[in-house]
């Protein structure tokens, strides 16, 4: 009997990082930037990024549990981005780059709270972790050229100074969750 796929909705600034790096872990079977969290429908980029729609750039994941847990995922989650800075990683500041998990089911909440306070233990116990824990609202897909933007655009400024150093953390924190034919300066897409 095939297992079932799961999906998470994550938010941890710029929607290409997080997209990216989710994008070379084994069992992620889907990786799609998109926007989630706020009041206006069919929202477009421009209208996101003004910080009056409310919604936040996220990555919705559609995974196999049979070959990723949520734990990792979420583990995953909390080493690529910075969950104690509210509305803000590094130098993309706003709403839309806050940290925030959209769970899809009543069974995520738990393993959600409990990344949470790893991550609060990881950090040190100093930094409070301000990631926002909500049902998945309605979840809209970016605009094409926003999906697999690292892919197509690797030699990018933002893409060379933001995005290959975390797939580079990536790399040699998780390798072993890592799908072992994804190059070192792309990233594999199912």
């Known amino acids: 009997m095939q ?8 938010g941890g600034g710029c929607f290409w990082c997080i997209e990216a790096a989710f994008s070379h872990v084994r069992g992620v079977l889907s990786a799609v930037s ?4 706020g009041q206006t429908e069919n929202p477009n980029y421009q209208a996101v990024c003004s910080g009056d729609t409310g919604h936040a750039e996220v ?4 995974y196999n549990p049979a070959e990723i847990s949520l734990p990792a995922l979420l583990d995953i989650f909390f080493a690529i981005h910075d969950p104690t800075t509210p509305n803000r990683q590094g130098n993309d500041i706003g709403t839309q780059y806050r940290s925030v998990v959209f769970y899809h089911t009543q069974n995520q909440i738990e393993t959600v709270a409990e990344a949470i306070a790893q991550a609060a233990e990881n950090a040190g116990g100093e930094a409070r972790i301000v990631t926002e824990v909500l049902p998945v609202p309605d979840f809209y897909p970016a ?18 100074v933001i995005i290959a150093p975390k797939l580079a953390k990536l790399r040699r924190h998780f390798a072993s969750s890592l799908v072992s034919s994804a190059p070192q300066n792309s990233f594999h897409t199912h």
């Open 3 to 10: 297992q079932k796929s799961e999906w998470i909705t994550l």
């Open 34 to 37: 998109g926007y989630a969290g």
């Open 59 to 62: 990555v919705q994941i559609e």
């Open 143 to 160: 605009e094409e050229y926003h999906q697999r933007y690292f892919e197509k655009n690797p030699g990018q400024g933002y893409c060379q």
